[in-house]
């Protein structure tokens, strides 16, 4: 059975300190892949998505960027994190042929 | 641009109460759609989803969901809610053949009061 994984599941960084969050998949071969963000009451932004090595559409201008270095690992990143962007982050993956995504634990993540 | 509009943000029912929870969509095509759960402290988990077919469509714990296309409508219900259902329910739509991404209404916190 197929099984997503993130981590860390929280991070405390400092304003200007850079970030990396890693998101992997297992039993699943050349999944698409998300990153959202979830904040309270605002739903879930998606941030960028991948549909394959080395393959990243950006949805929103911002500080973070996303990388895609093997098949099954998605990974989010900022060079110097801002404040605004603490929230809790969620990774998921998709097959090419299904419609549903499958969401992984997700990281709480608090700038200060 | 293509939206999602649930309109309750927040729903207070007590046990054994009825629910429904409203869902809109803006897109015009065909389109595959979803409903989600997150219970306090767990993964966003798939509640029940529609592509074709019949328009009532039944998930996991009871909840089922009808498609009313001509309402752009796909409303979640359960004739009797229990507190376990305490959770957080989102809407979600995505153009049937580019379904690449996923458009989310902005959640439903729901409380079941025992």
């Known amino acids: 059975s197929q099984t997503i994984h993130q981590w860390p599941a929280t991070l405390v960084q400092p304003v200007g300190s850079p970030l990396s969050l890693e998101c992997t998949v297992e039993?699943?071969?050349?999944?698409?892949l998300y990153w959202y963000r979830q904040a309270a009451g605002r739903g879930l932004q998606l941030l960028f998505y991948?549909?394959?090595?080395?393959?990243i559409s950006s949805e929103v201008p911002q500080n973070l960027s996303a990388s895609r270095p093997q098949d099954r690992q998605f990974i989010l990143s900022s060079k110097k994190l801002l404040l605004s962007d603490s929230g809790f982050y969620l990774c998921?993956?998709?097959?090419?042929?299904?419609?549903?995504?499958?969401f992984g634990p997700g990281t709480r993540l608090t700038v200060l | 641009a293509q939206s999602v509009s649930q309109h309750n943000h927040h729903v207070i029912l007590s046990e054994a109460a009825s629910l429904e929870l409203g869902c809109n969509y803006s897109?015009?095509?065909?389109?595959?759609l979803f409903w989600y759960v997150q219970y306090p402290g767990q993964h966003l988990q798939l509640l029940l989803k529609y592509f074709s077919g019949d328009p009532l469509v039944k998930g996991i714990k009871g909840f089922e969901a009808e498609f009313i296309k001509s309402k752009f409508s796909f409303n979640l219900r359960k004739p009797s809610v229990q507190w376990s259902d305490t959770a957080e329910y989102f809407c979600a739509v995505t153009l049937a053949g580019n379904n690449r991404k996923l458009i989310w209404g902005l959640g439903t916190s729901l409380a079941v009061n025992p």
């Open positions: 039993g699943t071969s050349n999944p698409n």
């Open positions: 991948s549909v394959g090595i080395g393959q």
């Open positions: 998921a993956w998709r097959d090419k042929w299904g419609g549903e995504q499958f």
């Open positions: 897109y015009g095509g065909t389109v595959n």
